[in-house]
């Protein structure tokens, strides 16, 4: 799988240029798109010229609604799947980001200021 070789690469700079939290939100990440995979598609991996904008959207309705993730967090798989689609497209091995027409939902944040 592409976004596992990502990880691998990730890893390797955690500590030179990468914080270790940010390869542990690739790996939550790469835990919800497996369990997306099986669950959906019955496969533990597809190639990258099936990561499209359907798919993005059925991931996206996933994590929101099957799995009940806020906003935010959704947001932020997204975005790692988009800079793994990033790295795919600058290493040619697609011809255009899949994300076009894609639009993140703005998480809501509450301010609770307390009793007056």
Known sequence: MFFD???QEFQSRVGID???SSYLQYVNTDK???QFLKEKYNVSDIPLSQLNLPFIESF???LRIEKKLKPALVN?????LLSAARTALRRN???RLPFFGYKMERPVFQIF???L
Request: hydrophobic share 45%; glycine share 8%; aromatic share 18%.
């Open 18 to 20: 990468r914080k270790q």
């Open 60 to 62: 996206d309705f996933y």
């Open 93 to 95: 091995f697609v011809s």
């Open 32 to 34: 919800h798109l497996k």
């Open 113 to 115: 200021l307390g009793y």
């Open 5 to 7: 070789e990502i990880m």
């Open 76 to 80: 932020g798989v997204i975005v790692q």
